[in-house]
């Protein structure tokens, strides 16, 4: 960010009195601009067994497969995001079911929500950001062929957990930041 | 937001091509500005059947009491959001136990994330934000005078789990928005 999104002029990175780390301040207007992570939720669809991937229209990672997921909007619950994004990627009414991972993503300031899914019946189709959408048997899932470190971690959890006949929840982190020096703290 | 954060330009509401939301979008530089959810994050500590609470200094909510919590920080994860608060808040180190709630607070377009949580050392204080902390006995939890909803709602399931010896996880909406047209979808 280079300009104050209120009123226009120029910002700089400094640490606010009372804080520790540093944020773009406007010495105009005074405001402070806080950055802070981003939500993308999706879900794991089943139907009869079969698992509904999309393989993606768009990038980052056009091409690759990946379960129904972006980021979270204003005004929406969790489920309701999961379900919108079924809905927009793979024209599919989802019902959303127990919460199965939490994937931090430090490298992208991210947090990635996965929630078990059904797909009561078999429709579906390629939204306006997938090139194709499938149902897949745990089996055949194109593993080379991911899109992201997160949606592999949900999908093997998710099979994990069905063959055990669970439903637990996943916690884990990525991080691919380039070294740093040590912080305090 | 009034002005572009790249380019300093004015923004217009605008829904963009292929999207379905009205955006702040830069006709200057191209750049859509998206907003999304905040996380807050915070925990339950115990030490020896007492909860640790620390009554406000800061508004909202000044001279109320409340569990440690507040925004996450990038690069973190939401357990060490959830340490780094109890140790501003209340100057405690604590040590992060399960996943116990998450509170969608759709007026403030806040996610908010509580987890259990023990204080191994009943070593604690009044941080910045602080007027006081204290460990209290869950028959002494000032109910008319807790801060926030999603406060409540989190002890409140807490000592409900602890009651039946288990450790649930639990997910609510707060809405207090305006009455607005019906939206579609």
């Known amino acids: 960010m280079k300009f104050c999104d209120e009123c ?5 990175l400094s640490v606010p ?8 301040v406007c010495d105009a207007c005074g405001k402070i601009h806080y950055h802070n992570p981003r939500l ?6 089943e139907h009869e067994g079969r698992i509904l991937l999309c393989r993606r229209a768009i990038e980052p990672r056009r091409g690759y ?10 005004d929406e619950t969790l489920q309701q995001a999961a379900m919108r994004e079924s809905r927009e990627e793979a024209l599919a009414e989802v019902t959303i079911g127990s919460l199965l991972s939490v ?10 929500v996965f929630f078990r899914a059904t797909l009561p019946a078999a429709s579906y189709g390629a939204g306006a950001e997938s090139l194709e959408v499938t149902l897949v048997e745990p089996g055949q899932i194109p593993w080379e062929e991911i899109a992201f470190p997160s949606t592999e971690f949900t999908l093997r959890r998710y099979l994990e957990d069905k063959a ?12 691919r930041r380039l070294r740093k020096a040590p912080e305090d703290g």
Chains 1, 2 share one sequence.
């Open 8 to 12: 226009g002029a120029p910002v700089r």
């Open 17 to 24: 009195p009372g804080d520790n780390l540093p944020r773009y």
């Open 40 to 45: 993308v939720v999706g879900c794991v669809p």
């Open 65 to 74: 497969w990946t379960v129904p997921a972006g980021f979270m909007e204003n």
């Open 103 to 112: 994937v931090h993503v430090l490298h992208a300031r991210q947090v990635h």
């Open 164 to 175: 055990a006949g669970r439903e637990q929840h996943h916690f884990t982190t990525i991080d």
